[in-house]
């Protein structure tokens, strides 16, 4: 059973750069069709798609979010990363990394990064 | 970029209602369509791919339906589990979610 599970911190302050790490388990990375994908939800909202990368390594990003993300892999860590650059409190949210063939089967628990000085 | 549009926003229904949801896409996506559900506290979960088949371990009473544009997801019978909040998810483009539907009593 494929796992995921997203970590790095809680607090950014705004205009730096949020950072984190996706680390898959029961899996490789590698799998041949999977998308590694990062979706977040800000208190009390919907769910956001921020971008996913491919197992090949092609990555697509979300138009709103596109000048300020880049999604990377660590095949050998077989992890995927998320990083978000010139934060503000709008970026306060769960995020959530994913993965699947096309739609999102395997979910993380969803970690809560607040954007505060 | 494809938008994705739910309705209604929040439906009270009881225990035992026939509930539906429907999802409306901007532009056509075939059946490339995904149902989730969401507790709170909790990461989604799909419920329903390619609009209309039901993910394994999934209850039956869940059902979804629709293509092109229009699409719907169907609770026959509302148990007390299934108070929560419903996304569908457009993956014909990229990957585009409606802005939700809460089931409340």
């Known amino acids: 059973q494929l796992q995921v599970q997203e970590s790095g911190p809680g607090l950014v302050k705004p205009s730096e750069t949020l950072s984190l790490t996706c680390t898959v388990s029961?899996?490789?990375?590698?799998?041949?069709?999977?998308?590694w994908g990062w979706i977040r939800q800000p208190p009390g909202m919907g769910l956001e798609w921020i971008g996913s990368?491919?197992?090949?390594?092609?990555?697509h990003y979300n138009s709103s979010l596109k000048s300020r993300v880049t999604i990377s892999t660590d095949t050998s860590k077989n992890q995927f990363s998320l990083k978000l650059r010139s934060v503000t409190a709008a970026d306060t949210a769960v995020y959530y990394c994913?993965?699947?063939?096309?739609?999102?089967?395997?979910w993380g628990q969803g970690t809560l990064v607040t954007v505060s000085s | 970029d494809i938008q994705m549009t739910q309705s209604p926003s929040t439906l009270s229904a009881s225990v035992g209602d026939r509930v539906t949801i429907t999802c409306r896409a901007s532009?056509?996506?075939?059946?490339?369509l995904a149902w989730y559900q969401q507790k709170p506290g909790k990461a989604p979960k799909v419920l329903i791919y390619k609009a209309s088949t039901l993910e394994s371990g999934v209850p039956s009473r869940f059902s979804g339906s629709g293509s092109g544009t229009e699409f719907t997801l169907t609770i026959s019978s509302l148990q007390p589990d299934d108070f929560a909040t419903y996304y569908c998810?457009?993956?014909?483009?990229?990957?585009?979610f409606g802005q939700g539907t809460k089931v409340e009593i």
């Open positions: 998810q457009q993956y014909n483009s990229l990957w585009t």
């Open positions: 994913a993965s699947g063939y096309y739609y999102q089967t395997s």
């Open positions: 532009q056509s996506i075939s059946n490339w």
């Open positions: 990368i491919y197992y090949s390594g092609s990555a």
């Open positions: 029961g899996g490789s990375i590698n799998s041949s069709g999977y998308y």
